[in-house]
């Protein structure tokens, strides 16, 4: 099975992509990274889907990966510019219907544009992810928020290593690595973004608007949640799950915050059961 990517201009700006190449006449899956990782996070995930017939893209936020990290005249870097740029890669990319699944710090813009845009929205599918006014952003990544030390981490491509596999708890593998990293090896300009993005992520505010949203949300959704993650705690997702009856809570046991890199085939399952209820 083969994953092209490709790259695609949007307005003033270039995204990259992931795609499956795939025949099907299901409705596709948007991935959304989190941070400090890009598209390449969910290969492992869209690769397990095309087994049964679903087809998915993955970007690279702006910022992020192999996309265009603009400076901060041209790209304010706020949720609001995510959400108002994304919304013109998805008419660029021609989905007008698809599911969505987001995971980590900077995904909840994706969340945001769902609730601002749930016509597009088949299902939402939510993986360890700030989704409630108590989610903080964690110490080895408010480090990047920092004069001075914040400008030194973020251009050290090991901060990928050390995030990844405290986020995740366990060892990832040196392949993977390899292709993680490869960003910030190639320009400083992806540093600098990811100090943008930190510093103006503006948790508590978007929190309360996507925890409020949630709870009155009338498409169908599923949250599979790596319990064991120390940044997000899974009591806020089944607080969620409790108070909307479109929300389905799936809990990984042994997985933490990053649980597409060691669980694809338990998510994969997951969302293929998703799909097969057709109570959409």
């Not at 299902?123 to 952003?137: D, F, Q």
């Amino acid at each position: 099975m083969t994953i092209k990517t490709a790259k695609i201009q949007v307005g003033k700006f270039q995204w990259f992509y992931r795609q499956t190449e795939i025949e099907s006449d299901r409705v596709p899956i948007l991935f959304l990274h989190g941070l400090p990782v890009h598209s390449y996070t969910w290969q492992k995930l869209m690769s397990s889907l095309v087994e049964s017939d679903i087809p998915s893209i993955a970007p690279d936020w702006l910022g992020c990966g192999f996309s265009d990290k603009p400076n901060q005249r041209d790209f304010t870097y706020t949720p609001e510019a995510f959400i108002h740029e994304l919304g013109k890669l998805i008419t660029a990319l021609k989905l007008k219907k698809f599911y969505l699944v987001v995971q980590g710090f900077l995904s909840s813009v994706g969340i945001q544009y769902a609730l601002q845009n749930s016509e597009k929205i088949e299902g939402l599918i939510i993986l360890n992810t700030p989704i409630s006014e108590n989610a903080k952003l964690p110490w080895s990544m408010k480090q990047f928020t920092l004069p001075l030390v914040g400008d030194m981490m973020t251009q050290d491509p090991l901060l990928v290593d050390r995030t990844v596999e405290k986020g995740s708890g366990f060892v990832v593998a040196d392949q993977d690595l390899n292709i993680l990293r490869k960003p910030f090896l190639q320009s400083s300009a992806v540093g600098r973004s990811l100090m943008a993005i930190a510093i103006k992520l503006q948790l508590a505010q978007t929190t309360k608007e996507i925890e409020a949203g949630l709870k009155d949300w009338a498409k169908p959704t599923l949250i599979i949640w790596g319990v064991g993650d120390k940044w997000l705690d899974v009591a806020e997702a089944k607080k969620l799950a409790a108070a909307n009856s479109e929300i389905t809570l799936i809990e990984l046991p042994q997985a933490k915050h990053y649980p597409q890199e060691h669980w694809s085939s338990d998510i994969a399952k997951e969302i293929v059961q998703f799909f097969r209820r057709k109570i959409f």
